[in-house]
């Protein structure tokens, strides 16, 4: 067996490709959107490296098109569930026993593979199968998944260098095992980057693991498990398993070897896991490590020092990219009164300036949202202000669902700060700002940190250096992912780690060493190479 130490050199985060006018990665990606348009494949459940067809089948459509039927996918149950916790099983000793360097190589070369010749491909899938415009899905599907794939590996390495010290004669040493069981990958619908992630972490430390990605994200899923597959992931490491969460996720939650959750989506179904957890604590092996990222209401705070056009900027992406789907998108803004009249000005005029249509335009800035429930669920909430007296429709507020989901980006004023729009998850192009007057910064604060239950991100613009620093203080617990003088979203792998606080979830930080060390289980390990002869001490040969 090689005796190599084998150091990583520090990675750095893989370069944004930008698919200008006339260039050749423009090219090779809308040839490959053309291909995958022009066909319809069947995805099967992947149990063990084994294909698996239940007939039990669902769909993946483009949103944008929801007639355009890319893929049908076999749907799990509670018997490949209980077929899948066995591969885990059977892969579990000889993975987790394999050098670091080998499991580590399995990422590498999968970033690799996806940095070249799958980069088109899954790129392809997530604007197909998620309606992201080129450049969300660049930013995504290629290179924060390259960069969970370079970074966690690279984090891998200083854990496991991190070492107890030796006094003489003793060496003290901890050893990084994996948990006892496997882990429950379970992954949202609106980052490939996350499918890729929830599972690959938790199986870098050794673990194996049952992956149920979101239905409306099965298609971009089945494609991450093929490069992995290419970069040579043994057999029942990670196992695949679409379908529906009830079909899954009680059988998996009941099984004796559940070991841990790792966790993205909505707060009330995380709340709903952790209860079962606690209810189903007797029957398992070991305490499960549960890791969530959950939702968000997240806020942008101006000080009227602010510069307002660049405020306003920072609404328009941090509210509208990918249609508002993102956990950190901001949803509920706070304007000065001094300072409103100019971005109001600045907000509309850019907001009149979008353009919203089928990602496969890249002119588009705005595509559809995800499906008909997540369609009808957002214009629900602007119904709801298009008929209060509280809230006025400053822009947008029509959704057409004929052919694509498709809602325009609507900004709603409120006048009262604790309006439903202001305090609850929407998870679309919605954004409601509040206008307060400059007197009631304090208060205005106040609200900012109490008005909702979550804690992801959070954004403030201000141009005086001490009022930077006031807020930053005094909205300290607001966000675990926290901007100045930026929009809130766009979190970089090795740069902002991510996760949030409250109702937001764990705060474990993906992207991060925190993460990685919730998969493992420590042993320290003493070893005396001088052991006593004698039970007695110093202290008893003198009364």
């Given amino acids: 067996m090689p005796n190599a130490i084998s150091p990583l050199a520090a990675p750095a985060n893989e370069p944004v490709r930008p698919y200008g006018p006339g260039s050749a990665e423009k090219k090779s990606l809308k040839k490959r959107l053309d291909e995958m348009s022009s066909e319809q494949i069947e995805i099967p459940i992947l149990i ?3 294909e698996v067809r239940t007939g039990n089948l669902g769909t993946a459509v483009c949103p944008h098109d929801h007639g355009h039927v890319l893929a049908t996918y076999h ?8 077929r899948a916790a066995e591969a885990a099983k059977a892969a579990w000793r000889d993975w987790s026993e394999l050098p670091w360097e080998d499991r580590a190589s399995v990422l590498l070369r999968a970033a690799d593979l996806l940095a070249g010749p799958w980069r088109d491909t899954l790129n392809a899938a ?4 998620q309606s ?3 450049f969300q899905a660049e930013i995504d599907s290629a290179c924060e998944l390259i960069d969970f794939w370079r970074f966690n590996p690279y984090y891998m390495c200083g854990i496991y260098a991190e070492q107890p010290s030796s006094p003489a004669a003793t060496w003290n040493r901890t050893e990084y095992r994996a948990l006892e069981g496997f882990v429950f990958a379970v992954t949202p619908f609106n980052f490939t980057s996350i499918g890729g992630n929830l599972p690959t972490a938790p199986a870098l430390m050794g ?4 992956w149920k990605p979101a239905s409306t994200a099965v298609y971009s899923g089945y494609y991450i498990m093929k490069i992995l597959q290419a970069a040579g992931l043994p057999d029942g490491v990670i196992n695949f398993l679409p379908g ?3 079909r899954i996720g009680d059988p998996v939650l009941a099984h004796p070897d559940f070991a841990g959750i790792h966790f993205t989506g909505s707060t009330p179904v995380f709340h709903s896991m952790w209860k079962t957890v606690g209810d189903n604590i007797a029957t398992y092996r070991t305490y499960p490590r549960i890791v969530g990222e959950t939702g968000g209401k997240n806020f942008v705070f101006a000080h009227p020092s602010a510069d307002a056009v660049a405020y306003a900027t920072a609404l328009v992406r941090g509210a509208f990219e990918y249609q508002g789907q993102k956990c950190s998108a901001g949803s509920r803004a706070y304007v000065p009164r001094s300072l409103w009249p100019q971005v109001k000005e600045a907000l509309l005029d850019q907001l009149r300036q979008v353009e919203m249509g089928s990602p496969l335009d890249f002119r588009h800035f705005v595509a559809a949202v995800i499906d008909e429930n997540s369609f009808d669920n957002i214009m629900g909430y602007i119904n709801y202000a298009k008929s209060s007296s509280e809230a006025e429709i400053l822009a947008g507020g029509k959704g057409d669902k004929s052919k694509g989901y498709f809602i325009e980006p609507t900004v709603v004023q409120t006048t009262n700060p604790r309006f439903k729009l202001m305090e609850e998850e929407i998870f679309g192009p919605v954004l409601t700002l509040y206008v307060y007057e400059d007197a009631d910064l304090e208060a205005t604060l106040d609200l900012v940190d109490s008005t909702s239950p979550y804690a992801l991100t959070g954004a403030i613009f201000a141009e005086d250096r001490k009022v930077i620093d006031h807020l930053a203080r005094r909205l300290r617990h607001s966000a675990g ?5 930026d929009k809130p979203t766009g979190a970089v792998v090795g740069q902002q780690p991510f996760g949030g606080a409250r109702a937001s979830g764990t705060n474990d930080k993906a992207g991060s060493p925190i993460n990685l060390l919730r998969w493992t289980s420590q042993r320290a390990i003493k070893e005396n190479f001088l052991p006593p002869h004698s039970f007695r001490y110093p202290f008893m040969d003198e009364k």
């Fill in 48 to 50: 063990g490296g084994q």
């Fill in 244 to 246: 529906k969460a009830s």
């Fill in 126 to 129: 997530t604007m197909l199968n």
């Fill in 481 to 485: 992912n926290f901007y100045i003088n």
């Fill in 207 to 210: 673990n194996t693991v049952l």
């Fill in 132 to 134: 992201k415009t080129v």
């Fill in 75 to 82: 749907q799990a149950g509670a018997p490949e569930v209980a």
